[in-house]
């Protein structure tokens, strides 16, 4: 069975700190996809990143990067430079390697930035 | 390409009567998903359907949801009778096997408030 956990249900930061987001994951497939989304509090789910389980390069895009490891099954996200936009309730994600498969979502973790 | 479109953004009715979701998926996707999102159980996906026929269902709650995909271009999701364990967000979602990421595009979602 597929699963995805974020243990942290709330952070809190003040703006400028870096925050890492965990997300651990369980899933028998050997190809398989790697999301984040991101809800802002008008509700949309805007998408962030996909990863496929070969590719484990870290990959960073301005103040976001995501770190993937396969030994841990964790694939986390940090913001360096927190700011006040960037609170939201972020949602790790799986999918099979299948094309097209439904994503399984985790609980989300919601950030809150301070000024 | 407008997104993924969802109607209505928000509707309010009372337990008994029925209710209808509608989507319409960006068009030349071959997938379409409807998720609903609650406080308890997070994001959870209700059906998916590939190429208008329904690919996964087990996880529509009970015999009051429905959903069916006419055409590829419209969807809808069906609560008869609405109760009021029911409200949520539902969101809608489309994907294709041909785009270079296939990644999943979501609607705006629909906020239910049965009451």
């Known amino acids: 069975a597929q699963k995805v956990t974020q243990a942290q249900t709330e952070i809190s930061v003040v703006e400028k700190e870096d925050v890492t987001l965990d997300c651990v994951y369980e899933?028998?497939?050997?190809?398989?996809?790697l999301f984040w989304y991101k809800q802002p509090p008008s509700g949309e789910l805007v998408f962030l990143i996909r990863?496929?389980?070969?590719?484990?390069q870290n990959e960073i895009r301005g103040r976001y990067s995501w770190n993937f490891q396969k030994s841990t099954s964790s694939f986390n996200f940090t913001i360096t430079a927190s700011q006040v936009v960037d609170s939201a309730v972020y949602f790790c994600a799986l999918s099979r390697g299948q094309a097209g498969t439904a994503l399984i979502f985790g609980k989300g973790t919601t950030l809150s930035v301070s000024s | 390409d407008a997104g993924v479109i969802q109607s209505p953004r928000h509707e309010v009715t009372e337990m008994g009567q029925e209710v209808t979701l509608r989507c319409k998926p960006i068009s030349g996707h071959d997938y379409l998903f409807w998720y609903r999102q609650t406080m308890m159980r997070g994001l959870e996906l209700l059906i998916y359907?590939?190429?208008?026929?329904?690919?996964?269902d087990s996880g529509m709650p009970e015999d009051r949801f429905s959903a069916k995909m006419p055409n590829a271009s419209f969807s809808t999701l069906k609560i008869q009778p609405s109760e009021p364990r029911d409200s949520a967000v539902y969101f809608c979602?489309?994907?294709?096997?041909?785009?270079?990421?296939?990644?999943?595009?979501f609607g705006s979602g629909t906020r239910l408030t049965v009451v």
């Open positions: 899933t028998r497939d050997t190809t398989y996809y």
């Open positions: 359907f590939n190429n208008n026929v329904p690919i996964d």
């Open positions: 990863r496929n389980s070969f590719d484990e």
């Open positions: 979602a489309s994907s294709s096997t041909l785009s270079p990421n296939y990644g999943y595009t």
